[in-house]
């Protein structure tokens, strides 16, 4: 869960163009790109998750709105600028971190996104979450457009492709700032979704320097904490950033090619010059193990598991679904797209929207299917969270233990651990 942080001292109530400071300006740190342009970001651990707050005489234009758990403070934030109802938000893609506030201010705003994004946002893990109508777009596009707002020209325009297949650019022209969604990632290695695609980073980093002046300030989705959360990037990155792109993945194919393996290389440090980009979720370690995993592994043509189970979850509950999923891992294990990730973001998913008790079958699927997942720890951590939920303490201490076990320096579980034995012990 987010750490609350405590904002910088913004300058914009002085500038008396927004004329109230919310209770909740507490919760997020706001930079101030331009007197009516604030960048808000939230502590997610390691990263910042940033959304951008454009006011004027038309009213309030919103990029991306936070993370379910974040909402009300942001909704707060928004109202307390006393400006009334969002006119437009913009989605720079579906990812649940950036959209939690998308149904908040009703059907009133209107809200703009890429064509995938509706059909994406019914699809895989994100079925479970259930969005009501008000969270999908009014207006989708395939290649750009543009609004005119607030005496503003706003560009939006389509980067999907890389760390998923929905992003787009939105390029505020007079005050030459640039949400890039998740391509450049606050200039780190970024994470990569099933419908992203690890080789099409450079392109697009590229394309974004053909699509903005040489004198734009770069803003992502997230930034590295190691940067800063008022971390604002600049054009000239861009260029160093392709490049990087490029050579990474161009150290990992010789690698490959010399007949090394995915640990071999990270045992070896052959990222190790490149070692400042892993600033914010992704190691140098984690970016050899996606770059492999593209070179190596064929692109996904199977169909999407989480239908049939989202389907049985609907009719029989979380017991039953994790049952189809097991049945179907045993007798089509090669039509669908399974992966030790679904059960476990199933449940996260339907953690964060407070189904405790049916996400606690979900983690306990994935640490029965998948004993010795990857993220194992994660799950065990989220499970541990759930019965907490539950006041299930037992059973929380004992999958907190198990987290920590399996990965020692996992600081979030240290943090529920102290939390948990204080409970106990009431
Ligand atoms: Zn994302």
């Not at 009501?132 to 543009?146: A, C, G, L, N, V």
């Not at 997230?222 to 490049?243: E, Q, R, S």
Request: one cysteine or more; proline letters at 4%.
């Amino acid at each position: 869960m987010p750490t609350v942080i405590r904002r910088l001292i913004p300058v914009f109530a002085a500038l008396c163009l927004i004329p109230t400071v919310a209770v909740a300006d507490d919760y997020f740190q706001v930079t101030t790109l331009a007197p009516d342009l604030l960048l808000l970001s939230t502590d997610q651990g390691s990263y910042s998750n940033n959304s951008l707050v454009f006011t004027g005489k038309d009213g309030v234009l919103l990029v991306d709105t936070h993370h379910d758990s974040d909402v009300e403070a942001f909704k707060e934030f928004v109202d307390g600028l006393d400006l009334g109802v969002p006119k437009y938000i913009i989605s720079t893609h579906r990812h649940v971190e950036h959209i939690g506030g998308n149904a908040l201010f009703g059907p009133d705003p209107i809200i703009l996104a890429h064509k995938l994004f509706p059909k994406k946002l019914r699809s895989g893990t994100f079925l479970f979450g259930e969005y009501p109508p008000e969270s999908f777009p009014d207006i989708t596009f395939e290649d750009s457009m543009e609004i005119h707002f607030n005496g503003e020209l706003i560009r939006l325009a389509n980067i999907g492709g890389s760390h998923d297949d929905n992003e787009i650019m939105v390029h505020f022209t007079n005050h030459k700032i640039a949400h890039v969604s998740s391509v450049v990632n606050g200039f780190n290695f970024p994470s990569v979704d099933g419908d992203g695609d690890v080789l099409q980073f450079e392109r697009l980093t590229r394309r974004l320097m053909t699509l903005l002046p040489e004198d734009t300030r770069i803003v992502s989705g997230h930034h590295g904490k190691v940067n800063g959360f008022d971390f604002v990037g600049t054009w000239d990155m861009l260029p160093t950033y392709a490049d990087m792109m490029r050579n990474t993945i161009e150290i990992v194919q010789h690698g490959l090619s010399a007949g090394k393996t995915k640990e071999q290389m990270q045992e070896a440090g052959v990222l190790d010059e490149y070692k400042d980009y892993a600033g914010s979720y992704v190691g140098t370690n984690g970016w050899i193990n996606y770059v492999v995993d593209v070179l190596t592994v064929p692109k996904e043509t199977r169909s999407d598991i989480c239908k049939p189970i989202y389907d049985s979850w609907k009719k029989d509950g979380a017991k039953a679904a994790v049952a189809r999923y097991r049945e179907l891992l045993g007798t089509q294990e090669e039509d669908y797209d399974f992966s030790e990730y679904v059960l476990m973001s199933i449940g996260g998913k339907l953690y964060s929207r407070g189904i405790y008790e049916d996400s606690v079958d979900f983690f306990q699927g994935a640490l029965e299917l998948y004993p010795d997942a990857e993220y194992g720890y994660y799950t065990h951590y989220l499970a541990a969270m759930s019965y907490e939920k539950l006041g299930r303490l037992d059973e929380a201490l004992s999958h907190c233990q198990e987290s920590i076990r399996l990965k020692p320096d996992f600081a979030a579980a240290s943090e529920l651990m102290t939390k948990l034995e204080v409970e106990s012990k009431e």
